[in-house]
DNA sequence: TGGCAGATTTTA
DNA sequence: AAAATCTGCCAA
């Protein structure tokens, strides 16, 4: 039952997600992107794993986004079109990825929190200095470094940047959808989708 | 194994 | 000063 590195690429090559996908906003695409393959290109050779954990962050009016208190240099990539690349720095070490999946206007974005590594494997364990495969991309720090996401992606679109995303599921399990974890304000607001008991699922 | 300091950028 | 985090060091 399992898929060779090889299949997973080209399969994802010939079908992924085109940026207007991402025009249905934060909470219905974090719940769609559970289960597709995210794919980075790191010179020609592509990496990467089932995504099994989101965010949604969607908004003016939620106390959990960058965006609640109004648009500044930093958020206002969270106003571009659907598709794009939001890319910052969190308490000065870790890079969190986003995808922006607002319609006009609507600062909204989809924080990816973890995925089941899948293709590429070597070189995401290089990326994260050397780990075991079950922490590679547990947690939204991890997953970017083990894609090598930098802040230069920050405002692209995915496209430009060598982001792909299956159109199809690599993985269905059931889905849990929990409150936000690691925030403080809007915490509890039942915006995280996960694989029910994934073993790359964060704890937090 | 569990708690804590530290990295560093953006914002209030 | 605090935040959408992770790592390494320390103590038992």
Redesign the pocket.
């Known amino acids: 039952m399992n898929i060779s590195e090889t299949e997973i690429i080209s399969k994802v090559k010939t079908a992924f997600l085109s940026p207007d996908y991402f025009s249905r906003g934060a909470e219905e695409s974090a719940l769609n992107l559970l289960g597709r393959m995210i794919l980075t290109d790191e010179g020609g050779k592509l990496s990467g794993g089932i995504i099994v954990e989101t ?1 949604a ?1 969607g908004g003016f009016d939620d106390p ?4 609640y ?2 648009i ?4 206002s990539v ?1 106003l571009g079109p659907p598709g794009t690349v ?1 890319v ?7 890079n ?1 990825l ?1 995808i922006v999946t607002g319609r006009k206007g609507r600062p909204e ?1 989809v ?1 990816l929190r973890a995925l089941q590594p899948a293709a590429g494997i070597e070189a995401m364990t290089a990326r ?2 050397g ?1 075991r495969e079950q ?1 590679l991309a ?6 970017a470094q083990a894609l090598g996401i930098t802040r230069a992606m920050n405002g692209l679109p995915m496209g430009s940047c060598g982001i792909m995303i299956s159109r199809s599921r690599f993985l269905r399990q059931p889905v849990s959808r929990t409150g936000r ?5 809007g915490e509890g607001l039942p915006l995280r989708f996960i694989f029910d008991g994934n073993k790359y699922v ?1 704890k ?1």
């Open positions: 965010e962050y959990g986004s960058h965006a208190s109004g500044t240099p930093r958020n969270m939001y910052y720095l969190c308490y000065g070490a870790s969190m986003n974005a924080l994260r200095g780990c922490l547990k947690g939204p720090g991890r997953l974890i690691g925030i403080k304000k964060s937090g």
